[in-house]
């Protein structure tokens, strides 16, 4: 049984006394939400639901047309006003580019996508990987439903403690995220140093920026019930409301409990989330106020991941459904509040800021879910199990000035950026692992598990502060826009003594000779890694390595027609590395990875019945500078040089609210390890579902089904670390019934 985490940390803050005595029961539970359990919470949460429901809905107008047509109270420099949505309601028309703000995608000088809520609830997406998916250039290093979602972006690692959650670092729900207080998911493609600064390890592939559910201009009341194959139930409620004459004052609460068996055979899971967003909306400022508690238990298992370092052959890949942890169980929570403001000093020119912190603990095993193959060949494996614990406490902070001003004919829109995480860190040290075992991934048996596990002790206290200018150049009535930065990044590792610091600059350029409909568009950005001091083991011991810097190029045409949105962008990155000198026992920073690419993505409405959505990708993983010239020339590991993401959704001419959809996810072929021995072959993954969209005694009821891989294939979806394949999913049936009241 998994150990509870600390208490103490996180505590929900009190709710601001709320004027209608029709909310004050939502108000006691948001001040004392801490100390119920979630199932009360979410009790509590649908009894105000239907008392509010009935007095609320004969104002209320349907919902699709709402959020067609929803609009944002705010400033005119508000950088954090969501854009509108596309054609097809899928994807929006632009996305947060960190310090930049919100910029409509034919005016970023970036790849960029946001996907819409009306997209995680249409394909049934539980998790932020289910929406990430819908990328070609996306890709997963952890096993569909395992505890940790780890992404490949561009063909580089980003995990999952570097999702940034409403612009901020350190402040998303770690290990995975769940969809139920998502607003959008958008993703940047390639390094972001420059826009949001370092990610937390580094990730350069991309930047992704969960927006949580803020207070909706309506009213809006709905019930959610999903099935999910196995035995999972659970019950999401969504309400939001506004107050005063003018209604300035919104409240937006999400709550979500489920449970269940999973598709892993005997796995069962329980999650439970509460979510609440406050805002103000003044004449020349706004408040608001986001805050989440989210806690998972996996009980009696989990997805594997396989190791064929012994192996000189690959085998088939065993049934998803398989469970080689039997025993194992893992306790993950996560809690967040964040403060965020904005202020108009004029016409041109605002403040705004953000202040959040965050608290993650987990225990049991949710790492080291992975067995080593023997070189027979027959699926017989060594496994282990661990016991861990661990924490991560962040604090997060984002500050600036934007405004807008003309020198002649050139249009300026400045900014002036602050930026900083604070993380500390701990586990429990030593760390407990079980004496081996033989198991067999296609007939596993039961596990050894691991003693009790040790004490926690801190080992992480890192500050990452930085500040940032950006200037956008607008030129020939816009028909030509040039974007100049740069951020000072300072890295300061406490416990490790490590203090450096680096500059990054970006140019982005974008031209529309013809009209808004037709843009080029060109980038040199750069992304950051922390550095390291050389250890004692080598001859430069105490040397010191500023933050690495990987550097993007990249060059593409955007084309819109009606409501239809494609891109075609060609990239290279080049990441550096570490490597060791034998000769003269020196660590170097000498070593390199450069990925080149061409992608095409496309959403909206080619018709008025008919959305589409995906893209292909193309990719060259070159290791060009590696441990002794060993690999030089060799593919990365676990980067397809062909991926394909491409869906559907189409309403059924002659049926009233019917629509059918389909996606097609395709991987190609993948080497296993940096030596290029060993390659997985391509696989095609085929989903399918339908949507109903009706009402019920006046009520709107809409029904949705989804199955993803239809076929039920067994294959090898992707590569862990060296030497390291992930499972791909079994077959996954997802029913579900929403009401708006």
């Known amino acids: 049984m998994a150990t509870p985490v600390r208490g103490g940390a996180g505590k929900a803050p009190s709710a601001p006394a709320l004027a209608s005595t029709q909310f004050a029961p939502f108000a006691h539970w948001l001040s004392s939400a801490a100390c119920r359990s979630p199932r009360s919470a979410v009790g509590l949460a649908v009894l105000v639901v239907l008392s509010a429901g009935a007095q609320a809905q004969s104002q209320t107008p349907d919902p699709q047309e709402r959020r067609l047509g929803e609009v944002t109270v705010s400033g005119k420099q508000d950088g954090s006003a969501l854009p509108a949505l596309a054609p097809g309601a899928q994807v929006a028309k632009g996305a947060a580019l ?25 394909q049934n997406a539980a998790t932020l990987a289910a929406v990430l998916e819908n990328d070609s250039s996306v890709r997963f290093t952890t096993n569909t439903g395992h505890v940790n979602e780890n992404y490949v972006i561009r063909g580089f690692d980003v995990n999952a403690s570097e999702v940034a959650f409403n612009g901020l670092y350190g402040l998303a729900p770690d290990s995975h995220v769940p969809t139920e207080m998502v607003e959008r998911v958008e993703l940047l493609k390639g390094p972001g140093a420059l826009l949001g600064g370092m990610a937390p390890n580094g990730a350069v592939g991309g930047v992704v920026n969960v927006v949580s559910k803020k207070p909706l ?7 959610t019930t999903t099935f999910t194959s196995g035995s999972q139930l659970q019950e999401h409620v969504d309400v939001s409301r506004r107050f005063g004459p003018e209604r300035r004052l919104g409240i ?25 967003a406050l805002d103000y909306q003044g004449d020349r400022f706004t408040l608001g106020l986001d805050a989440y508690h989210y806690k998972v238990n996996l009980d009696n298992g989990s997805p594997v991941m396989v190791s064929f370092g012994k192996m000189k052959n690959l085998i088939a890949a065993p049934d998803a459904s398989n469970n080689l942890f039997r025993g194992v169980n893992t306790e993950v929570e996560n809690k967040s509040v964040a403060l965020r403001g ?86 429990a040290l030593p760390i407990v692992v079980s004496s081996s075992y033989t198991t067999n991934i296609y007939d596993p048996v039961l596990p050894v598990l691991a003693g009790p596990r040790n004490a926690v002790r801190q080992e992480n206290d890192n500050v ?7 200037d956008t150049l607008s030129l020939l009535q816009d028909r030509l826009q040039l974007t100049l930065g740069a951020r000072h990044q300072r890295v300061n590792q406490k416990m490790k003594g490590y203090d450096e610091s680096a500059v990054t600059p970006m140019l982005g350029l974008v031209a529309k000779p013809w009209g808004e409909d037709l843009s080029f568009y060109a980038n040199y950005i750069e992304g950051l890694s922390p550095g390291l001091e050389v250890g004692s083991t080598y001859a430069n011991a105490g040397e010191t390595f500023a933050p690495y810097k990987s550097k993007q190029m990249e060059a593409g045409v955007k084309w819109r027609r009606a409501g239809w949105t494609n891109t075609l962008s060609l990239f290279q990155i ?3 590395s570490t490597t060791i000198d034998t000769a003269a026992n020196t660590l170097k920073l000498n070593g390199e ?14 018709s008025p019945s008919l959305r589409v959505l995906g893209g292909i990708t193309y990719l060259q993983p070159k290791l060009t500078s590696t441990q002794g010239a060993n690999n030089d020339g060799h593919d990365a590991f676990g980067a397809a040089r ?31 390890n940096s030596a290029n021995t060993l390659r997985a072959p391509s696989w095609t993954r085929f989903d399918v579902g339908a949507r109903y969209t009706t009402r019920v005694a006046d009520k709107k009821v809409v029904l949705r089904g989804t199955v993803d891989n239809v076929f039920g294939r067994n294959y090898w979806a992707g590569a862990f670390a060296d030497n390291f394949l992930t499972v791909g999913a079994p077959r996954t049936v997802r029913i579900s019934a929403a009401v708006d009241f």
């Not at 950026?417 to 500390?424: P, R, T």
């Not at 990452?464 to 950006?470: D, H, N, Q, T």
């Not at 990875?593 to 080619?606: I, S």
């Not at 394909?644 to 009233?656: I, T």
């Open 642 to 672: 062909w991926a394909a993401n491409l869906a559907a959704d189409w309403d059924v001419p002659g049926v009233a609210g019917l629509a059918l959809n389909a996606r097609l996810v395709h991987t190609g072929k993948q080497w296993v």
């Open 217 to 223: 201009a309506d009213d809006l009341t709905r019930l």
């Open 464 to 470: 990452i502060r930085s500040f940032a200018v950006a």
């Open 342 to 427: 904005s202020f108009e000093l004029s016409d041109s020119w605002q403040l705004y800021g953000s202040l959040g912190k965050a608290w993650h603990d987990y225990a049991g095993q949710p790492t080291g879910t992975r067995v080593v193959l023997n070189a027979v060949g027959d699926g017989s494996a060594v496994g282990q199990t661990y016991n861990l614990q661990g924490y991560t406490n962040s604090t997060a902070l984002d500050a600036g000035l934007r405004g807008r001003f003309k020198t002649g004919d050139v249009g300026h829109q400045l900014v002036f950026s602050f930026n900083e995480l604070q993380q500390q860190s701990g586990r």
């Open 574 to 576: 080049e990441k550096p």
């Open 98 to 122: 960190g310090l930049l703000g919100n910029v409509d995608v034919m005016d970023a000088a970036f790849n960029i996508t946001a996907y819409s809520e009306e997209l995680i609830r249409d």
């Open 593 to 606: 990875q450069r990925n080149r690419g061409v992608e095409w993505n496309t959403f909206g409405a080619v």
């Open 252 to 276: 937006r609460f999400n709550g979500a409990l489920s449970s269940g068996e999973t598709e892993v055979d005997d796995q069962k899971r329980r999650r439970r989330l509460g979510a609440v």
